[in-house]
């Protein structure tokens, strides 16, 4: 079974420091995985889907890899900024038993970045 | 395009209540999710559909129902609500199967 663990719970940063934030996955079988964005209150916002084809995805400031034999993802966020500050989840699509794409969320990481 | 859409924003319930959930999108979307998200447990996956007409059951479906009666629209009612079930409720719908999920914004629900 597909477990989705994301270290550590909160970070803390000054702004304009580049930084990682990880997602760990028991099931190197995965397909692709997905991290969001989540601001309090709100809903959660895709920011990049790599495939289990791909090493890297890019958009904008952020950088996803993916390596399935570590059972690894990273996020890359350059030159962070206030505005970054959020709550970040991965999420992998659960494979076996019939799944239909449902996914297995980390618990996220809470990142503040402060100016 | 709105995206995903969800009726209401909040609600309080007493225990015993019912109530509907409306998720509503306007992408075409074949596959629709019901999430709900718990401080410490994170989303888990209520019920799901695969197209106009299919429900199936997620990891947490007890006290839940659904039906997609068309293809936009995915409804959740709870038929006798609980405190248990206090959560915010989050609505997701991709293209086909194992393609990027795009989320509502959430019910905020509590049952006293």
């Known amino acids: 079974k597909q477990e989705v663990t994301q270290i550590p719970a909160a970070l803390s940063v000054p702004e304009g420091e580049n930084l990682v934030l990880n997602c760990s996955f028991t099931?190197?079988?995965?397909?692709?995985l997905q991290w969001f964005r989540q601001d309090p209150g709100k809903g959660l916002t895709s920011l990049l889907l790599?495939?289990?084809?791909?090493r890297e995805q890019t958009s904008g400031r952020l950088n996803a890899s993916l390596d399935k034999s570590s059972g690894r993802s990273t996020l890359y966020i350059a030159a962070s900024q206030p505005g970054d500050s959020a709550t970040y989840l991965c999420?992998?699509?659960?494979?076996?038993?019939?799944?239909?794409?449902?996914?297995?969320f980390g618990k996220g990481t809470k990142l503040s970045v402060k100016p | 395009n709105a995206g995903v859409t969800q009726t209401p924003k909040f609600r309080v319930l007493k225990t015993g209540q019912s109530m509907t959930l409306l998720c509503a999108q306007d992408?075409?979307?074949?596959?629709m999710y019901w999430y709900r998200q718990d401080p410490g447990m994170g989303l888990r996956l209520i019920h799901y559909?695969?197209?106009?007409?299919?429900?199936a059951k997620g990891e947490v479906p007890d006290g839940y129902n659904v039906s997609r009666l068309k293809k936009q629209n995915f409804l959740l009612g709870l038929e006798s609500a609980a405190p248990s079930q206090t959560s915010v409720y989050f609505c997701?719908?991709?293209?086909?199967?194992?393609?990027?999920?795009?989320f509502g914004p959430g019910t905020r629900l509590t049952v006293t």
């Open positions: 997701a719908s991709s293209y086909l199967v194992f393609y990027e999920q795009y």
């Open positions: 999420a992998a699509p659960v494979l076996a038993g019939g799944s239909q794409g449902n996914l297995i």
């Open positions: 099931d190197s079988a995965i397909y692709n």
């Open positions: 992408m075409n979307h074949e596959y």
């Open positions: 790599i495939q289990s084809s791909q």
């Open positions: 559909s695969v197209g106009e007409g299919t429900t």
